[in-house]
């Protein structure tokens, strides 16, 4: 299947969906896909950053070989939407410690930012709180976070917020 040429056209819904799951669990075709997403013209990037974010979500071992290229596409992405897929793809993994440092920062950054998409923020959070879960120190860093988003934001970030809190006091025991 060539992505690239798929990609080109203008895709419906359906159309995404049968090309993520031609790709299913197979890391050459998702591989292939990952690198349209990273270096593809920006509407084929953006396109691809779709699919990616949807493949993870379903199959999350799928980028275990590509954090270099993902943290790449968060400093320096090329449209709103890829920075959006790259994070929210980030909510259904579990991240290995050796990228919690710099995926844990770049999510605080685009959480703390007003100038940001609210779906970013709100993606940006549930990463944050993946990542601190296991940390008590981070925990109490998010939870100070949390309160200053939570002066003055959208509802979708006030809920966000509301059940982090709730995930938040669970691990304390509180």
């Known amino acids: ?28 075709r998702f591989d292939v896909l990952f690198e349209l997403f990273c270096y593809g013209p920006p ?32 400093e320096n992405p090329t449209h ?4 959006r897929n790259a994070v929210r793809l980030l909510t259904f993994i579990e991240i290995p410690t050796r990228w919690q440092g710099p995926i844990y920062e770049k999510c605080f950054q685009l959480a703390h930012s007003p100038e940001e998409a609210i779906a970013l923020r709100s993606f940006s959070l549930k990463v944050l709180f993946n990542i601190a879960k296991d940390h008590p120190d981070l925990l109490v860093e998010l939870d100070e976070l949390l309160h200053d988003c939570a002066q003055s934001d959208s509802p979708g970030i006030l809920s966000r917020i509301r059940n982090l809190r709730k995930a938040i006091e669970k691990i304390r025991g509180d």
Do not use: T
């Open 80 to 83: 709103a939407a890829i920075k």
């Open 43 to 74: 509407r084929i990037a953006q396109r691809a950053s779709w699919l990616v974010s949807n493949c993870v979500e379903r199959h999350p071992l799928l980028i275990a070989n590509q954090y270099d290229g993902l943290l790449d596409m968060l």
């Open 1 to 28: 299947m060539d992505f690239n040429h798929l990609l080109s056209q203008h895709l419906n819904r359906s159309d995404m969906l049968g090309i993520v799951n031609y790709i299913g669990n197979d890391q050459h």
